[in-house]
């Protein structure tokens, strides 16, 4: 095809980008997920590329090699995600530098930056269940608090408005 060498090399030329964007962003970041999600964008390149090349030369060469490569790559995601959920309970972060305890028991751990602390887990205030007075200690619904008395609810307290009392 005399006029298809232009669009030919459209088509590499964006799975070359695909691909390099996910080998940077593989590259650079650290959360587990993100570092499958650019796996996955370099293998779109490659793809990509080869259903280009399979396009330009007239043959189903690389439709068939992508479509089976995206079958594999669905397998993968599905066992890949399964694995981080298993990772995170474990250690409740997707950071690889935690990680380092995953290697074989001689191997000793390789740390290119130190490993920060994960965070105790913060307590945040509650707020005030709804019908009871602000500021006043609170027990689980229908029991009486320390006092020995019911707590009054908003329904038993006294009202202000902004014009006074309507009882004048």
Same mark, same amino acid.
């Given at each position: 095809?005399?006029?298809?060498?232009?669009?030919?090399?459209?088509?590499?030329?964006?799975?070359?980008?695909?691909?390099?964007?996910?080998?940077?962003?593989?590259?650079?970041?650290?959360?587990?997920?993100?570092?499958?999600?650019?796996?996955?964008?370099?293998?779109?390149?490659?793809?990509?590329?080869?259903?280009?090349?399979?396009?330009?030369?007239?043959?189903?060469?690389?439709?068939?090699?992508?479509?089976?490569?995206?079958?594999?790559?669905?397998?993968?995601?599905?066992?890949?995600?399964?694995?981080?959920?298993?990772?995170?309970?474990?250690?409740?972060?997707?950071?690889?530098?935690?990680?380092?305890?995953?290697?074989?028991?001689?191997?000793?751990?390789?740390?290119? !930056? *130190?490993? &920060?602390?994960?965070?105790?887990?913060? +307590?945040?205030? =509650?707020?005030? $269940?709804?019908?009871?007075?602000?500021? !006043? *200690?609170? &027990?689980?619904?229908?029991?009486?608090? +320390?006092?020995? =008395?019911?707590? $009054?609810?908003?329904?038993?307290?006294?009202?202000?408005? &902004?014009?006074?009392?309507?009882?004048?």
């Amino acid at each position: 095809m005399p006029g298809s060498e232009p669009v030919l090399n459209n088509y590499l030329i964006v799975g070359a980008l695909l691909f390099t964007l996910g080998t940077i962003g593989f590259l650079t970041r650290r959360n587990l997920i993100v570092m499958f999600l650019c796996a996955e964008l370099m293998l779109q390149g490659v793809s990509l590329t080869l259903v280009a090349f399979g396009s330009f030369h007239g043959t189903w060469n690389g439709q068939v090699f992508s479509i089976f490569s995206l079958s594999l790559a669905a397998a993968e995601a599905g066992i890949a995600l399964a694995l981080f959920v298993v990772l995170f309970k474990r250690n409740h972060s997707l950071d690889v530098s935690i990680w380092q305890d995953l290697r074989e028991p001689d191997q000793p751990a390789i740390l290119d !930056e *130190p490993v &920060a602390e994960t965070p105790d887990e913060q +307590h945040w205030p =509650h707020l005030t $269940p709804a019908g009871l007075l602000p500021g !006043e *200690p609170h &027990a689980p619904q229908g029991h009486a608090s +320390h006092h020995g =008395h019911a707590r $009054p609810t908003l329904a038993q307290a006294p009202v202000a408005t &902004a014009g006074g009392s309507h009882g004048n």
